[in-house]
C-alpha cells in the first residue's frame, strides 16, 4: 500500500541554523511533490511544490530537493527562527488526480 | 487577499445527529476538496468538485455526502454521527492552471461528537 513517512519525532534546532526535514514514499509515484506549513489547530498552507522532473526549488529560505530514484524529498530551512516552529506536511500528488495525499508531518521546534 | 471560509468554526453534536459543514471557496477557484484531520493525524482526503461535478472520492463513509452549488459553495452532510467522527474537517480550493494545483486551505470546522 501506498506510504508516506516524516520524521516522527520533533526535530528540536538552535535559531539561525539550517532545519532538514525528510519525506520518504513507497508505492507511489507521484507526478508532484508539495510541502505545506501547519500551526496547532489550523489549516495547512502552502510553502512549495516541485515536480518529478526538478531536483531542486527554492524560494526564499526555503529549499527542496526532489528524487525520484530514492523516492525522497528533503525540506531545508536556511537560518531558522523561532516564528518557523509548525508542523510540516510533505504532500504527493498524482498525474490526473488533483487530491493530495499527505505525510504524517513533523514537527519543528526552533529555540532561540 | 480572500481566504477559504468555512462555517461553522466549533460544532458540537450528540452521536447519531446530523452535521453540515460549509465551505465558501476562494472567488474564481473551480475545485474544492474537503479533508478530515483526526488528533495528531494528518489530513485525510475525503472529496473533491471541479466546477460543481464530484472529481474523486477519498475514504468518506457512506453517511456523509457533499455537493458543490452553483455559486460554488460546497456542503459537507454528515449523518448517523459517531464517537470516530470527532476531528478537524478542512476545505480547500484551487483554481487549475495547467500542472499547477496549489490548494488553500481554509481554518477548519472543528467537529466534536459526544
Redesign the interface.
Known sequence: SQKIEQNSEALNIQEGKTATLTCNYTNYSP??L?WYRQDP??????LL?I?ENEKEKRKERLKVTFDTTLKQSLFHITASQPADSATY?CAL?NTG?????????TRLLVSP | AAGVIQSPRHLIKEKRETATLKCYPIPRHDTVYWYQQGPGQDPQFLISFYEKMQSDKGSIPDRFSAQQFSDYHSELNMSSLELGDSALYFCASSLVQGDINEQFFGPGTRLTVL
Open positions: 507526478a508532484y508539495q489547530g489550523r489549516g495547512p498552507v502552502f511544490l515536480r506536511l500528488m488526480f488533483q487530491k493530495l495525499v499527505f505525510g504524517t508531518g
